[in-house]
């Protein structure tokens, strides 16, 4: 069945760095278009970034120019590596693939701090 384990969440300060991991199985991965979505508290899930089996790459405007998403084919995962984090960014983030269905993690939370 398929997989995907979200972490590396956690409280940072503003203006601080994290980087989340996903980590997938149950799928051909390196086919498989990865994305981040994220939920922030009473506000609708939205999507931060994607990136394609062919390693093309989109953000969100929000995060654009701080944020950077990757993919190892090897071991199976999908990097958020974020940066300038504002505490807009607080926000549980999810891992998604669509594989004939939509699967998601279970999502990691991120608090950045004023």
């Known amino acids: 069945q398929v997989q995907l384990v979200e972490s590396g969440g956690g409280l940072v300060q503003a203006g601080g760095s994290l980087r989340l991991s996903c980590a997938a199985s149950g799928i051909i991965f390196s086919v498989a278009s990865m994305s981040w979505y994220r939920q922030a508290p009473g506000k609708q899930r939205e999507l931060v970034a994607t990136?394609?089996?062919?390693?093309?790459?989109n953000y969100a405007d929000s995060v654009k120019g701080r944020f950077t998403i990757s993919r190892d084919n090897v071991q199976s995962t999908v990097d958020l590596q974020m940066n300038s984090l504002k505490p807009e960014d607080t926000a549980v983030y999810y891992c998604r693939v669509w594989v004939g269905m939509d699967y998601w993690g279970k999502g990691t939370l991120v608090t950045v701090s004023s």
């Open positions: 990136i394609s089996g062919t390693y093309s790459t």
